[in-house]
Nanobody
Framework: QVQLVESGGGLVQAGGSLRLSCTAS????????MGWFRQAPGKEREFVGG????????YYTDSVKGRFTISRDNAQNTVYLQMNSLKPEDTAVYYC????????????????????WGQGTQVTVSS
């Protein structure tokens, strides 16, 4: 069982930056692949980025490549999402999630691959 708690959301102007954090309970954080997803009002939850257990592989959706960076600190049971050059279309509730499955982007981008989810944190980017 893993419990995830996100933090770091807020209101920022376009072009600004935010860093989201997701801290996991338990002693087996390093055994999970981690993902960040977002959901805007009236839209489906979408993949933002994913990271493998050892941070050896990182994946991003095309719309955030070059602007967002995912990282993790297994000693601190925390995964991060650094978001730079934010745009109004990045406005959404952001969720972190943990999967015990093994695989690359084909796995990490799938909502159904994740058994554990945080409660979400709101990110609002004003124009």
């Amino acid at each position: 069982q893993v419990q995830l708690v996100e933090s770091g959301g807020g209101l920022v102007q376009a072009g600004g930056s935010l860093r989201l954090s997701c801290t996991a309970s338990g002693r087996t954080f390093s055994s999970y692949g981690m993902g960040w997803f977002r959901q805007a009002p009236g839209k489906e939850r979408e993949f933002v980025g994913g990271i493998s257990r050892s941070s050896g592989s990182k994946y991003y959706t095309d719309s955030v490549k070059g602007r967002f960076t995912i990282s993790r600190d297994n000693a601190q049971n925390t995964v991060y999402l650094q978001m730079n050059s934010l745009k109004p279309e990045d406005t959404a509730v952001y969720y972190c999630a943990a999967t015990s499955g093994f695989g690359g982007l084909d796995l990490l981008r799938l909502v159904n691959a994740y058994a554990y989810w945080g409660q979400g944190t709101q990110v609002t980017v004003s124009s």
